[in-house]
């Protein structure tokens, strides 16, 4: 298995464009996490879906963050317009019972 | 509020010594508890963890210690190594399969 997938690896991008992060969880795993890591707050949660639904978005910090699982293979979180504080390294994670299996990220620039 | 915290960013030790790195967590309904490891452009890589029904669980060279009554865990890496240079995050779920809240995380420098 290769793992989470996440795509693109980089993205820059300028203030007020829409960026659309992607995601493919391990086959089998019921559970995705999207996360951001910053220096300031750490690895934070910002949503998590089970069996593609929507379980806890309470980490989306506003209206211009989205995410979407339309299968169990395929995820999309949205950011829509971007803000230079949105900059940041986004995390994927899918997870079998007990432990998650993080992709390699995708770094975001907002200029 | 952080449910989970690290309060060391950063230590270091010399190689073949003991690291051990701490985490406090507040929230006391917290029954599963992880470590994970990090190292540059990669994604966090899961390390070892325990449930709150054991205070010891050891894999190879680390260990981690729970301390349910103080809401501390900590993990030993003994000997330490080069390789073992990364980030650490600490992370504690309420049960197995739910949502993981992680701290900050700690940079272990691995001296030579």
């Known amino acids: 298995d290769a793992g989470v997938i996440q795509s693109p690896r980089h993205e820059v991008t300028e203030m007020g464009q829409e960026v659309t992060l992607r995601c493919k969880p391990i086959s089998g795993h019921n559970s995705l996490f999207w996360y951001r890591q910053t220096m300031m707050r750490g690895l934070e949660l910002l949503i998590y879906?089970?069996?593609?639904?929507?379980?806890?978005d309470s980490g989306m910090p506003e209206d211009r963050f989205s995410a979407k699982m339309p299968n169990a293979s395929f995820s999309t979180l949205k950011i829509q317009p971007s803000e230079p504080r949105d900059s940041a390294v986004y995390f994927c994670?899918?997870?079998?019972?007990?432990?998650?299996?993080f992709g390699p990220g995708t770094r975001l620039t907002v200029l | 509020d952080q449910q989970v915290k690290q309060n060391s960013p950063s230590l270091s030790v010399q190689e073949g010594r003991i690291s051990i790195l701490n985490c406090d967590y507040t929230n006391s309904m917290f029954d599963y508890f992880l470590w994970y490891k990090k190292y540059p452009a990669e994604g966090p890589t899961f390390l070892i963890s325990i449930s709150s029904i054991k205070d010891k669980n050891e894999d190879g060279r680390f260990t981690v210690f729970l301390n349910k009554s103080a809401k501390h865990l900590s993990l030993h890496i003994v000997p330490s190594q080069p390789g073992d240079s990364a980030v650490y995050f600490c992370a504690a779920s309420v049960y197995v399969d739910d949502k993981i809240i992680f701290g900050k995380g700690t940079r272990l420098h691995i001296l030579p």
């Open positions: 994670a899918s997870s079998s019972p007990g432990e998650q299996f």
């Open positions: 879906f089970n069996n593609n639904v929507p379980i806890d």
